[in-house]
């Protein structure tokens, strides 16, 4: 824990609270530098107010990075509501939220995240109009994971090509951790591309779906047998933290692209990953497909225009590890300079008077 707004150097936290609905929640704004601050709700069962405050600090403050990275006029915010969604939500509760967004005046846009949905959003838009990821029939985006899919795809043939020569996947093996619904697009687009595709997951559902959809796809027992199965490309498509000590010694991939939000489970990994020769192509970097797609919706989403928009994650990408091998620091690092220094650069055009 120990994660404070005074020390994060957020711009707003409020807490929102609505006894009747049952409601808490806390939407964090780290910076509103490049546009309105954009990012999910995440609807959990936080073990404790700190543990809830914590997550949104840490959450919002990758938004800023992840958006400023895709090239977004947007900030970076995050909400959580703390509680279990499957036992307290409600009609009252969702709208009692949308309310509290309503009241920030179009300083954070909301979309779904963790325990959210597309069908929550249109609620949720009963009462603010900042709000993203609604359903294809009130003019939303979708499902977010098509583009996340593409996006992660993109990179990875970005992060080929700068250590390979080529952005083609063909006759690579690529081990997808997660065969959700980022995982199985991805999965589709690596056997498009002529790849060949060992995965895993720990749900039965997901499994039956690779036997039936794609016989081809070789399938190992867990993560562990993953890790350590011969490979080219490492793709985490799961949870968080997928990047460890234990993990990373043991990795045959040559290069690691993936899905999965905060894949470094701790400081210090993106070294090891470099003293270890893999080419780690940065998760928010490439996972940002999902973000260009729902933000287009403030614009009238257009699908053609956000994909145009999520492939430019290919060029993002290799210029962002050019800089990296120029400057000779990890991925990780030039991706946090990169997106510092547009935060800075253009955020800073708003002193210039109208
Ligand atoms: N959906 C998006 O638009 C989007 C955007 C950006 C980032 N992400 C991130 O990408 C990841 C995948 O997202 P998703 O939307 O596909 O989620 P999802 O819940 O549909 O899929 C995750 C899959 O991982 C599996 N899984 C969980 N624990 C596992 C384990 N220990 N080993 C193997 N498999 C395991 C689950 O069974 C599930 O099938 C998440 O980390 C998410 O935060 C998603």
Sequence with gaps: MGV???????????????????LRAIIGIYSTALGPALGGTRFYPYASEADALHDVLELSRGMAYKNAMAGLDLGGGKAVIWGDPEKIKTEALLRAYGRMVQSLGGRYYTACDVGTYVQDMDVIARETKFVTGRSLEHGGAGDSSILTAWGVFQGMRA??????????????????????????????????????????????????????????????????????????????????????????????????????????????????????????????????????????????????????????????TRELLELAAAEGVPPAVAADRMAERRMAEVGRLRTIRL
């Design 4 to 22: 404070f707004a005074s020390d994060t150097g957020h711009e707003q936290v409020v807490y929102c609270q609505d006894k009747q609905s049952g």
């Design 159 to 316: 992060a080929a090509e700068h250590l390979w020569g080529s952005p083609s996947l063909a006759g690579r093996r690529v081990g997808v951790a997660g065969l959700g619904k980022v995982g199985r697009y991805l999965t589709g687009h690596l056997l498009e591309d002529g790849a060949s595709v060992v995965a895993t997951d720990v749900s039965e559902k997901a499994l039956a779906w690779a036997r039936q959809a794609h016989p081809e796809v070789d399938l190992v027992a867990d993560t562990a047998a993953l890790v350590a199965s011969e490979m080219d490309v490492y793709a985490p498509c799961a949870l968080g933290g997928a990047l460890d000590d234990d993990t990373v010694p043991a990795l045959s991939a040559k290069i690691v692209a993936g899905a999965a939000n905060n894949q470094l489970a701790h400081p210090g990994i993106e070294k090891l990953l470099e003293d270890r020769g893999i080419l780690y192509a940065p998760d928010y970097v490439v996972n940002a497909g999902g973000v260009i797609q729902v933000a287009d919706e403030i614009e009238g989403f257009n699908f053609e225009r956000a994909k145009l928009r999520a492939t430019r994650i290919y060029d993002t």
